[in-house]
């Protein structure tokens, strides 16, 4: 019971720490796509901490992953560096016993796993995809900060000096269209469920080009135009409707596509993808035992970068298999599942069978000085040629 408190305490510390700056570093990289989509608003921040909060869950769902690995596999290095790993397995205390809290806390993260995909991500992506319509219905208003230029499409842009929510109405307006330039003092504005933007101009004047460098004016007192506005598609693809989908939804979707015999199952390929999160949370935690010890006076990185791609390549792995296997979407994710299961029991076996940081040591003498002495050559070779 000492041993583990001892190891959870070691494991937990870590573990808040690299979900936190797992989440934050995902929610930074897509910080430039969402500044990009919202750039046309008003009040661009709100709906920046609106969409980044909607995203959390899908963020949340790959940083447990991570933090989970990172964690374990940092405590047992740092056990190591200190000798207490050894000890541990000098006293004869089983590798099976020392993964009893990892195992635990893999388990736990599993059940996180599927509440999130199965419930958190799919309702915040839905409410994701409400607002970006309400954005292209312009419920948040039509353009950006006025007195600059907003650009509607290819051929438009436009600006005006201001503008009154309550009333719709524009002041000082300017429109250039496919080189028809329009002016006026005032104009109502109103939107469609497209986006499109209806101007009723008043009070102003259009310039209509003609050939030779000439021009036609015509002032009017009221002129109604259409703009047709083309926002940035947030990046959902259609074939991934079904992850706005909750579990009740999903298994109704299931059902129907059972009774109807389609040739493709994509609910149930999209069901059997959340459940491949929560399997490799069962087995990270004896992949991060194997890889995170090190050989005495070892220091190598080469275990947890083989750890950390291994999970990039896992998450990557299960977009493609949905989208892939969505005919025999069992089958394929009982072979990639299956796969990965597979390949840790070896990893695990190999490390239990040798003793501490024998995994290290394998990948340091077989792989990476290898590959690091083959790329010394090529730039060396590189550099005289």
């Known amino acids: 019971m000492l041993l583990d408190r001892y190891l959870l305490r070691r494991i937990l510390r870590p573990f808040v720490a690299v979900l936190v700056c797992t989440v934050a570093i995902l929610l930074l990289e897509n910080l430039a796509r969402l500044m990009e989509l919202l750039q046309h608003v008003r009040d661009p921040l709100t709906l920046l901490a609106k969409s980044s909060f909607y995203l959390l869950p899908e963020y949340l769902g790959i940083g447990l992953l991570v933090a989970l690995f990172l964690s374990i596999a940092l405590a ?6 200190h000798g207490e790993w050894q000890i541990f397995a000098a006293a004869g205390i089983t590798p099976v016993r020392l993964c009893l809290i990892p195992f635990l806390l893999g388990m736990a993260c599993a059940t996180i ?3 999130i995909h199965f419930q958190f991500r799919p309702a915040a992506e839905y409410r994701l995809d409400s607002l970006f319509s309400d954005v292209r219905r312009g419920l948040y208003g039509f353009g950006g900060n006025f007195g600059e230029i907003i650009q509607l499409d290819d051929t438009t842009v436009m600006t005006a000096d201001g503008f009154e929510r309550s009333t719709g109405r524009l002041a000082h307006i300017f429109i250039a269209q496919r080189g028809t330039v329009y002016t006026a003092r005032s104009a109502f504005i109103s939107l469609d469920g497209n986006g499109d933007i209806y101007l009723l101009l008043e009070q ?5 080009p003609r050939r030779s460098d000439h021009f036609d004016a015509v002032s009017f007192g009221r002129l ?11 990046g959902h693809r259609p074939d991934t409707a079904f992850d706005r989908l909750a579990y009740r939804e ?3 979707h299931i059902g129907l596509e059972r009774e109807a015999d389609m040739g493709t199952r994509k609910a149930l390929a999209s069901f059997a993808s959340r459940c491949a999160y ?3 949370a069962l087995l990270l935690p004896f992949l991060a035992l194997a890889l995170g010890a090190l050989p005495v006076r070892g220091r190598s990185p080469y275990g947890i970068g083989a750890g950390i791609l291994a999970i990039v390549g896992y998450i990557r792995l299960v977009a493609y298999v949905e ?3 969505a005919t025999h979407p069992i089958a394929g994710f009982g072979f990639l599942v299956g796969g990965y299961g597979s390949a840790i029991a070896m990893i695990w076996r190999a490390e239990c069978r040798h ?7 394998w990948l340091a003498t077989r792989l990476a000085r290898p590959i690091a002495a083959r790329i010394a050559r090529f730039q060396t070779h590189f550099r005289t040629a």
Request: proline content about 7%.
């Open 76 to 81: 047992i290095r740092t056990l190591s560096l």
């Open 113 to 115: 796993e599927l509440g």
């Open 204 to 208: 102003g004047q259009s310039i209509v």
């Open 224 to 234: 109604r135009i259409r703009l047709a506005r083309t926002e940035p598609d947030p």
């Open 250 to 252: 999903l298994m109704r």
């Open 278 to 280: 929560a399997a490799i």
């Open 323 to 325: 989208t892939a296997a």
């Open 355 to 361: 003793g501490p940081g024998s995994v290290e040591t």
